[in-house]
């Protein structure tokens, strides 16, 4: 009967233990290469080159947009913190960076306000979350850039 008594014990510290255990973990760190991103515009002159990240090689301002993974473990609902890294190698306009959310069942999206800088030198831009932060996460997001003649994107992390 002891035995007995003294495994129901146990049993019964285990599962409480077990429920009131810690939980794994939900943060995350997610780095995004410059090399994922694309112009909006065909006719943009760009390439990638190892030391500038994604250069703007027209004589334009463009825009880039850069995909964003999202899913049930790791969505874009939750992140908090968006870094944006490159580099502004001539004076004169700013690089900017937006999210934003495509609809999945309409056409349209959402953005929020852009972030910049005008600096020229290596930058790292945080950016404004308001469109990932109030989706309803059923929506596609992205990252949008607008780069200045001869700046480059490196690339980006997130951070939940």
């Given amino acids: 009967m002891k035995t007995l008594k003294a495994v129901v014990v146990f ?3 285990l599962a409480v233990g077990w429920a009131a255990g810690p939980a794994s973990a939900s ?3 997610r780095r ?3 090399s994922e991103c694309h112009p909006t515009n065909n006719g943009t002159a760009t390439y990638y080159v190892e030391n500038n990240g994604l250069l703007n090689s027209s004589g334009y301002a463009s825009a880039y947009i850069c ?3 999202s899913d049930d473990n790791q969505p874009h609902t939750n992140v908090w913190a968006l870094y944006v890294h490159g580099q502004k190698t001539q004076a004169g306009g700013s690089d900017a960076v937006t999210t934003c959310v495509k609809y999945w069942a309409a056409n349209g999206f ?3 306000f852009d972030t910049s800088t005008s600096a020229v030198g290596v930058w790292g ?3 404004l979350l308001t469109a990932w932060n109030t989706d309803n996460g059923q929506n596609f997001p992205y990252i949008k850039l607008t780069l200045q003649p001869n700046s480059g994107f490196f690339g980006s ?3 939940n």
Wanted: one cysteine or more.
């Fill in 125 to 127: 831009i945080p950016s």
């Fill in 11 to 13: 049993a019964l510290a």
């Fill in 67 to 69: 995909p964003f993974i």
């Fill in 110 to 112: 959402n953005c929020s």
């Fill in 32 to 34: 995004y290469h410059a």
């Fill in 27 to 29: 943060a995350f760190v």
């Fill in 157 to 159: 992390f997130v951070v």
